[in-house]
């Protein structure tokens, strides 16, 4: 996982506004102190456990383990009237009764289930194959290759995939990391620690490997855990008062500009982190309160104002925060031959490791990507439901800011970057440069190469392309998902402004509980959606739960949850609302995953 064991959880705390009721329970890490993973049937599993430290990364075998741990902790915990049904199978739909209530299909079951209510908590979507995917895989199977569309890695069958292949990647994000994993140390390759540093032994069953991206370079790597469970970076900028001004902007103007309203507010809090942490690291000894408050100050007027305290603090022009720097740190220019730019790769990736060593506060550079990660709540306060104008979600959030955050913020942990170093010391990997893409030649070969870097031309008979699926729907080929919206019962979010239109490609739901919205744009009193599958309407749906910091997937859980049972239902005028026992048997309160 890229995230440390301490900050993993499923469970709510005071941290998180909702109505509740609150219901505490153990992190993975507080999960495995307690010995919830001695009963473990695994060896390796359990000796993970053992080992585990609250600011280790764990692996997703075990964070799987937990997840069941969780499943069966509440299955023993129901009231005695309360009964949870589980049904292992794949839901073809989703239909409306006219008695009240839906008819859920299973793949296999002789008949629907019916139920009162629906959560769709889908995730990650399998993907239909686009127009250049298609014409990938017709050209692998035309000329004996092998082509691996945007997939889980998880999912893959690599077996086929041998010593004598040499496989070209495009992408250098978290799923490059998870198929390095699988093509190297989980075929019996060796990571020793040497006096020189990590140093890969291969099992001789390993392909080669040539990957690249546009940028040319892998995330960054995470910054060691300096905040503990909960610490997180307290906005200075993006304040709630700021945050209600813009959600009244919104609502006045019709959509907020995310580069001008938004994009500002966002570089100067991570500004004011980066050189908080550089002063305190270059001098030690000086008011860093009164450095800060002037800070709060100056930045907001923009270097003309933030200069002349930058310099009285020793922090010179060679110092500044520069986007530019932080998003193409190898800068724009060529490199004379592939050798050359392996050797400056190299050197950018030891000094990333050496960056993230020094911690998420200590390091200025982690310490201030890192409140990126802080401030997701806040951003999502500001850009969900449409309150940016559609140009600007498309241009600006969904093509500069998601792939940017994602670049800076959600690396790998750094022993993955310390691996790849070894990876390509040994000459099992190269990466080819920035500009790279893999596709297919008519010669018969898959090819790739960098426009940046002379000779960097490559061929292979195996092409991966190491991404997942985008979020949301668009694409999807989940059965279920197509029906939903080939019968009317969803929709496609669309943002229109100013007669721009743009398809994020979410399932479209109402604000909290995030009722589903049908196609003539009524929202189903008895069908939600959650997660992933939202991505456009919401923003990051994809980051887990954390502990202590009032993680906006454990709010919305609540609402949904409360709405399923009745909790918050206006009662109708003369009427009283009674808690009546629930009784899950032939009704059901049904999430189809």
Sequence with gaps: MNTVASQVTLFNDDSVRCRGPIVPGPSLYEWVERGGADELDDPELRSQASRLAADDYPTRALYGRYLHWVLDHIRSGLPANVRLVVHTDRVLAVTALEAGGYAVVPAHAHQAITVDKVVLALGHLPAGLRERERRLEAFAITHGLHYIPPANPADIDLSDVTERDTVLMNGLGLNFFDYLTLLTGARGGRFDETADGLVYRPSGTEPRIIAGSRRGIPYHARGANQKGVAGRHDPRFLTPETIEHLRDRARRIGGLDFFEDVWPH????????????????????????????????????????????????????????????????????????????????????????????????????????????????????????????????????????????????????????????????????????????????????????????????????????????????????????????????????????????????????????????????????????????????????????????????????????????????????????????????ERHALSAH
Excluded: M
């Excluded at 004011?272 to 100050?297: G, K």
């Excluded at 401030?375 to 559609?390: C, F, K, M, S």
């Excluded at 195996?462 to 729907?473: F, T, W």
């Design 266 to 585: 966002i570089t100067d809090e991570v500004a004011f982190v980066y050189y908080c942490a550089l002063a305190r690291q270059s001098a030690p000894a000086a008011d860093h309160h009164a450095f800060a408050a002037e800070l709060i100050e100056a930045l907001p007027h923009g270097p003309d104002r933030t200069r002349p305290l930058l310099r009285r603090h020793g922090i010179g022009a060679d110092a500044e925060w520069n986007w530019d720097r932080v998003s193409q740190p190898l800068g724009d220019g060529g490199f004379a031959s592939p050798e050359a730019f392996t050797d400056r790769l190299l050197a950018y990736l030891r000094e990333d490791l050496v960056n993230s060593h020094g911690g998420n506060v200590d390091n200025p550079l982690k310490a201030a990507l890192d409140a990126l990660r802080d401030l997701r709540n806040e951003v999502r306060q500001v850009i969900d439901h449409g309150q940016v104008t559609a140009a600007s979600y498309r241009e600006h959030v969904s093509r500069f800011y998601t792939p940017l955050n994602a670049f800076v913020s959600i690396g790998p942990p750094p022993h993955r970057i310390a691996e790849l170093v070894a990876l390509i010391e040994a000459g099992v990997v190269t990466v080819a440069g920035p500009g790279f893409t893999a596709t297919a030649d008519p010669r018969g070969r898959f090819t790739g190469s960098s426009p940046v870097v002379a000779g960097a031309e490559y061929t292979g008979n195996v092409l991966i392309d190491a991404r997942l699926p985008d979020p949301g729907v668009v694409g999807s080929d989940d059965v279920l998902v197509r029906f939903l919206l080939d019968s009317g019962i969803g929709r496609r979010h669309r943002l229109r402004t100013n007669g721009t239109e743009h398809v994020t490609g979410a399932l479209e739901v109402t604000d909290r509980p995030y009722r589903l919205i049908d196609a003539s744009g009524r929202p189903n009193p008895g069908v939600h959606a959650f997660g992933v599958p939202t991505e456009g309407v919401h923003w990051a749906t994809a980051a887990g739960v954390r502990p202590g910091v009032d993680s906006v997937i454990l709010g919305d859980a609540d609402a949904i949850a409360r709405s399923v049972l009745g909790l918050d239902d206006a009662p109708e005028p003369g009427h009283e609302v009674r808690p009546e026992p629930v009784s899950v048997g």
